[in-house]
């Protein structure tokens, strides 16, 4: 069974930086692609960013470009997002998943596993 774990949230002061975690474990192929997304109160989910396992080719929103880095750890199941110059904005629960066999095209339209999520807290 695929898992996801996030880690490295927390509180951070504006303009401060964080960088998350994302480890699968469970994998019986090799995954196609892993995104990060984020939910913020009383918001719907918000797609950040994408990571292509094959070619390590990359996918920013608007809202991440600049701001956020998605990267993969050479030979393993970790994906990181850093995120700097953070806002109060950025306030957010947030989420890795796991599209496991791609066909949605790319970005992936739709993600099979889901992990629990990581708080981030951006406040003075």
């Known amino acids: 069974q695929v898992q996801l774990v996030e880690s490295g949230g927390g509180l951070v002061q504006p303009g401060g930086s964080l960088r998350l975690s994302c480890t699968g474990s469970?994998?019986?192929?090799?995954?196609?692609?892993i995104g990060w997304f984020r939910q913020a109160p009383g918001k719907g989910r918000e797609g950040l960013s994408h990571?292509?396992?094959?070619?390590?080719?990359?996918f920013y929103a608007d809202s991440a470009k600049g701001r956020f880095t998605i990267s993969k750890d050479s030979g393993g199941n970790t994906v990181y997002l850093q995120l700097d110059h953070l806002k109060p904005e950025d306030t957010a629960v947030y989420y890795c998943?796991?599209?496991?066999?791609?066909?949605?095209?790319?970005?992936?339209?739709?993600?099979?596993?889901w992990g629990q999520g990581t708080q981030v807290n951006v406040s003075s």
């Open positions: 990571i292509r396992r094959s070619d390590l080719s990359t």
């Open positions: 998943a796991a599209d496991l066999w791609g066909g949605t095209g790319w970005p992936p339209l739709a993600y099979d596993v």
């Open positions: 469970g994998f019986t192929e090799d995954y196609y692609a």
